[in-house]
T-cell receptor
Framework: SQQGEEDPQALSIQEGENATMNCSYKTSINNLQWYRQNSGRGLVHLILIRSNEREKHSGRLRVTLDTSKKSSSLLITASRAADTASYFCATDAGGTSYGKLTFGQGTILTVHP | NAGVMQNPRHLVRRRGQEARLRCSPMKGHSHVYWYRQLPEEGLKFMVYLQKENIIDESGMPKERFSAEFPKEGPSILRIQQVVRGDSAAYFC?????????????FGPGTRLTVL
């Protein structure tokens, strides 16, 4: 079964607006990470939030984690056309998982200039 | 410090041929993960290796797929007798430690097309 599922599947906004993407997961985790993937390219790590953290910021990014609801959100403030990409959440179960990640299906974000 | 290198970037094979995908981790990293991304989907874990050891291959198909990470040289993902369903993007990631709470650094991927 799919561990991480992003919502919405696609999001289209205007430059300057905020973009919010959500991720739900099923099993317990040690941390949750967000990645960005530009079309046809590799993944870029954005932010890692540990299971004992509730919120984390990095520049224009804000990530929240609610382990009781098994969900996370990624907020991009004051979006730019360059933010257009696919965004994936990935969970790390910890323990003997050796750091392997379980990815969601992703949210395709389009920011119109 | 060069990032994770993967080659080739694009690979075209006919059904029944072999595909070899190479991954050079970042300098100082001895832990490599391989993931597969099918069209319009997220990445799926395949295998985790340390130098000369396969640690977790729970995501690897039982047949036709193999992986290695020799003492010297890149990690290799090998697909024998490829079929059209193997067409996907294959990403490797490296990490300084194979433990939780460590960022993984991804390569640009190899896009395999099976004709």
């Amino acid at each position: 079964s799919q561990q991480g599922e992003e919502d919405p599947q696609a999001l289209s906004i205007q430059e300057g607006e905020n973009a919010t993407m959500n991720c739900s997961y099923k099993t317990s985790i040690n941390n949750l990470q967000w990645y960005r993937q530009n079309s046809g390219r590799g993944l870029v790590h954005l932010i890692l939030i540990r299971s004992n953290e509730r919120e984390k910021h990095s520049g224009r990014l804000r990530v929240t984690l609610d382990t009781s609801k098994k969900s996370s959100s990624l907020l991009i403030t004051a979006s730019r056309a360059a933010d257009t990409a696919s965004y994936f959440c990935a969970t790390d179960a910890g323990g003997t998982s050796y750091g392997k990640l379980t990815f969601g299906q992703g949210t395709i974000l389009t920011v119109h200039p | 410090n060069a990032g994770v290198m993967q080659n080739p970037r694009h690979l075209v094979r006919r059904r029944g041929q072999e595909a070899r995908l190479r991954c050079s981790p970042m300098k100082g990293h001895s832990h490599v993960y391989w993931y597969r991304q099918l069209p319009e989907e997220g990445l799926k874990f395949m295998v985790y290796l340390q130098k000369e050891n396969i640690i977790d291959e729970s995501g690897m198909p039982k047949e036709r797929f193999s992986a290695e990470f020799p003492k010297e040289g890149p990690s290799i993902l090998r697909i024998q007798q490829v079929v059209r369903g193997d067409s996907a993007a294959y990403f490797c990631a490296s990490s300084p430690q194979g433990t939780t709470n460590n960022e993984q650094f991804f390569g640009p991927g190899t896009r395999l097309t099976v004709l």
